[in-house]
């Protein structure tokens, strides 16, 4: 999964230096230039750390699914929704190409949807393996490692929508509350 921040390239390029093929599912949020810029990001990774094999750039418009969202979700869950609507999107794109595993940019404690609890939830979204090779890193180490790989200029020109859609978050919500969420969307 990538966005384009410093948090998914990063994530990709550890994957990649494990000897990993990473392809890329892309969320568009922001319309045709936000997909060109993390096309771009992901051309940048694939060129100097990938180039070994061919590359899948799978792009979803979810600005319909941020629409539902909005209607349908409190104010203080959107964000924590809207993340587990896009891996269950991605497991099923990982499912359709043969992909064993979703990769995520997931720092604890990073923002306020990244807690264990929901990590521990947003996995009930996804059949697949989801890693998540930042989790235990600060934002600092993750910006250091974007400037050694080259990733940083293109993350910080990004523009982040995800972070915008909630402007309280509870991530204390429980498991069921979720799953009926879920069937609501």
């Known amino acids: 999964m990538i966005s384009g921040g410093?948090?998914?390239?990063?994530?990709?390029?550890?994957?990649?230096?494990?000897?990993?093929?990473?392809?890329y599912?892309?969320?568009?949020?922001?319309?045709?230039?936000?997909?060109?810029?993390?096309r771009q990001v992901a051309h940048y990774l694939w060129n100097r750390f990938g180039s070994s094999h061919r590359v899948r750039f799978v792009a979803i418009n979810f600005e319909p699914v941020v629409g539902e969202i909005l209607e349908k979700v409190e104010d203080g869950q959107m964000g924590v929704v809207l993340k587990r609507m896009m891996v269950r999107a991605a497991s099923q794109v990982a499912e359709r190409y043969g992909v064993q595993a979703l990769v995520t940019g997931e720092a604890l404690g990073q923002v306020?949807?990244?807690t264990l609890t929901t990590c521990v939830l947003s996995t009930t979204f996804s059949d697949t393996l989801i890693l998540r090779p930042l989790i235990s890193h600060?934002?600092?180490?993750?910006?250091?490692?974007a400037r050694e790989i080259g990733t940083e200029d293109?993350?910080?020109?990004?523009?982040?929508?995800c972070g915008v859609i909630s402007k309280r978050p509870n991530h204390q919500s429980g498991e069921g509350e979720n799953r009926g969420r879920r069937s609501e969307l």
């Open 154 to 161: 293109f993350a910080r020109t990004m523009p982040e929508y």
């Open 138 to 145: 600060d934002k600092e180490h993750i910006i250091d490692l």
């Open 6 to 23: 410093f948090d998914s390239g990063v994530s990709s390029y550890m994957l990649m230096r494990r000897g990993c093929r990473v392809h």
């Open 25 to 38: 599912c892309f969320f568009n949020l922001g319309g045709a230039a936000h997909e060109i810029g993390v």
């Open 112 to 114: 306020s949807s990244q």
